[in-house]
């Protein structure tokens, strides 16, 4: 399983960007999927996670700014973030959860900043 995170970039507080994460083949195999991010000098935290039930669920810090989509078509999950503020800047990471064994993308960062 590969996993290729794209999409970070430097943007004003109070503006969007879409991350996405193409996996190498159909994302129905995961059980799990996941964006985390990590800023400096701060451990990894999950921003927004999605179940094979269908289930998301979201970090207090993003709710209702942030929305967690897949395309199973493209085999991509996504991350929609809106209304960005400057602690939203950090490395983002997506993960998948498949038969027991967890795959990270390899990070993009995100900039919030005037």
């Known amino acids: 399983v590969q996993l290729q995170a794209s999409g970070g970039g430097l943007v004003q507080p109070g503006g969007s960007l879409r991350l996405s994460c193409a996996a190498s083949?159909?994302?129905?195999?995961?059980?799990?999927m996941g964006w985390y991010r990590q800023a400096p000098g701060k451990q990894r935290e999950l921003v927004a996670g999605?179940?094979?039930?269908?289930?998301?669920n979201y970090a207090d810090s993003v709710k209702g700014r942030f929305t967690f989509s897949t395309d199973n078509a493209k085999n991509t999950m996504y991350l929609q973030m809106n209304s960005l503020k400057p602690e939203d800047t950090a490395v983002y990471y997506c993960?998948?959860?498949?038969?027991?064994?967890?795959?990270w993308g390899q990070g993009t960062q995100l900039t919030v900043s005037s």
């Open positions: 993960n998948a959860l498949h038969f027991g064994s967890l795959y």
């Open positions: 083949g159909s994302i129905f195999r995961f059980n799990v």
């Open positions: 999605i179940s094979s039930g269908g289930s998301t």
